[in-house]
């Protein structure tokens, strides 16, 4: 069932009555800021908030963005397992969120967190911790 | 012309000579890591190396990757204009590489870099700065 039946407000999906009324939708200025790639997706980079680590990179939908705004725990989309990845669920791993932004043509999201463990499903504390590659000039 | 002819190696492209003969390819090992999206393109995070900012996120090609691994200037695919884009040939914004890395599967690349002046087109420093969202939690 959609939003916008003659029942009035707070039935469905996307009528902006919020969580109690079991909304998962994104703040409609939001989503219409937001840049997907074909699959609907936009990448989100996860930062550890202090130190400025890039963690990972790992992708939003828009109720993947409405979760962790809402819940302060960042919430991916899993493209290989095709449903939401609330970081750290299975891990222990948790990402709480500190900030949340969009950059200037809205198609990618910062998201800064405070990383309990590692970030990396290596166990590494961040995924780029062992892949640099040599320079050549 | 391709390489692997009968004349050896330093013919074209992919014969492992490098650049003074014109070999425009990316080291074969870092392309099989590689995990790019149906356009053939790889997201890459740019970040100042010393601050820690995260500045801006791109798209590099296999070509892309290996201009930045090879000439230390930041070179990226523009998906709008459909060209190579080395950052700062026009704004005069150059990010010079301080290191490359891959993540652990593959399909990012995280570039730190010396932002020189503004990393957006809109003037900001990072394209993160004007973009923040509220937390609803």
Redesign the interface.
Known sequence: MTGGTPYGRGGGRGTGTGWLNGDMSLDPE?AARLKR??DGLV?A?A?QHD????L??AWMNDEALHRT????RATYWSRSRGEFWVKGDTSGHVQH?K??????????I?VRVDQVGAA???G?RT??D????????
Chains 1, 2 share one sequence.
């Open positions: 939001i790639n074909p990448p980079i930062q130190t400025g680590e890039v990972m990179l705004l809402t819940t302060g969120v900030s949340v932004a969009l950059d200037c043509d809205g198609d990618t910062l990396c499903h290596t590494d995924c780029f062992t892949g640099r590659l040599e320079m050549l000039g």
